[in-house]
């Protein structure tokens, strides 16, 4: 069990690095800094010129492969050693799976190009490879101790705004995601709304205004969802200190994020709380996905 809760520590560090990494490359656009190239960079194993970009694109590509080994060895550990725990298997696969799908959506972006809708699925397609591996690590250290769900008993209502909620975010994670992929940033300098004389214009750049301002509206719901699950958690839940932790945390996670994107616009997209902004939004999805695990586990108990 030392070895598999070193690779969980290891594999879960490591997918946090390969999101952020992911989101350094869109925001440096070293998208190409080994040219149409891959795995190779620029067709050399060690290559000759060097620069910024390259370093980047190389680096994450690096950092990928190595975490897809974690996560690969991992996940067959997982299967081996404590396949008999009911998530595990299914969670196992769906690490390595939706790892290996990112990593080929970005060797077809290098190789043969992709349009920016396509591209933008890549985060969250790491973000659920991500959320897997935190899930399988959770229940690795879980072991010698029982989760909550043992006792609490999340009700059927709660359960569907729980889920809703966690598919919405995955949509509104996608346009962010949109918003970097178009370099629709800074399409509107102002916050929290665009001033805009011609607000219906969707041609040339009144298109990267409708998506930024459509990433902003939709991301303005998740925070709405989120204060309402935590008003709710303590009303309903009084007894559980996890719902309402998790949930105040939730709604931290939520206000971070907020303040994050309004930094983003202030400082004209200013690396570091570019990448900021991509780290919270993946903590606050492996969080709803760890209350997703708790909800599964206690939907056998009465509500």
Same mark, same amino acid.
């Given at each position: 069990?030392?070895?598999?809760?070193?690779?969980a520590i290891l594999s879960t560090v490591g997918m946090l690095l390969v999101l952020l990494g992911g989101a350094l490359v869109t925001k440096t656009e070293s998208g190409m800094g080994c040219?149409?190239?891959?795995? *190779?960079?620029?067709?050399?194993? #060690?290559? $000759?010129?060097?620069?910024?970009?390259? %370093?980047? /694109?190389?680096?994450?590509?690096v950092i990928s492969g190595s975490v897809g080994l *974690?996560?690969?060895?991992?996940? #067959?550990? $997982?299967?081996?050693?404590?396949?008999? %725990?009911? /998530?595990?298997?299914?969670?196992?696969?769906?690490?390595?799976?939706?790892? *290996?799908?990112?990593?080929?959506?970005?060797?077809?972006?290098v190789k043969w190009g992709q349009s920016d809708f396509v591209l933008a699925m890549?985060?969250?397609?790491?973000?659920?490879?991500?959320?897997?591996?935190l899930l399988l690590s959770l229940i690795i250290f879980e072991i010698d101790r029982k989760f909550e769900a043992d006792s609490l008993s999340i009700r059927k209502s709660f359960r569907h705004l729980l889920y809703?909620?966690?598919?919405?975010?995955?949509?509104?994670?996608?346009?962010?995601a949109l918003v970097?992929?178009?370099?629709?940033?800074?399409?509107?300098s102002d916050w929290p709304f665009c001033v805009n004389d011609s607000p219906l214009d969707v041609s040339s750049y009144g298109l990267y205004q409708w998506i930024q301002m459509g990433h902003r509206l939709l991301a303005a719901g998740v925070v709405i969802w989120t204060i309402i699950m935590f008003i709710k958690a303590l009303q309903d839940y009084k007894e559980s200190n996890l719902m309402?932790?998790?949930?105040?945390?939730?709604?931290?996670?939520?206000?971070?994020?907020?303040?994050?994107?309004?930094?983003?616009?202030?400082?004209?997209?200013?690396?570091t709380f570019a990448l900021l902004h991509?780290?919270?939004?993946?903590?606050y999805v492996g969080l709803l996905s760890y209350f997703i695990l708790l909800s599964l586990r206690s939907r056998g108990n009465p509500d």
């Open positions: 069990m030392k070895l598999l809760k070193s690779l040219g149409n190239s891959w795995p *190779l960079c620029h067709g050399e194993l #060690v290559p $000759s010129n060097i620069d910024m970009e390259m %370093i980047i /694109e190389l680096s994450h590509r *974690l996560v690969l060895a991992l996940s #067959v550990l $997982s299967w081996k050693k404590i396949g008999d %725990i009911r /998530e595990v298997k299914f969670l196992a696969f769906l690490a390595f799976f939706f790892l *290996l799908a990112q990593g080929l959506i970005g060797a077809a972006a890549h985060f969250g397609i790491s973000l659920v490879s991500f959320s897997a591996v809703g909620l966690a598919t919405y975010t995955l949509i509104v994670v996608y346009t962010g970097r992929h178009t370099y629709s940033s800074m399409a509107c309402k932790k998790g949930w105040l945390i939730a709604v931290i996670l939520m206000a971070a994020q907020v303040m994050l994107g309004a930094l983003v616009i202030a400082t004209y997209v200013h690396l991509a780290l919270v939004i993946s903590l």
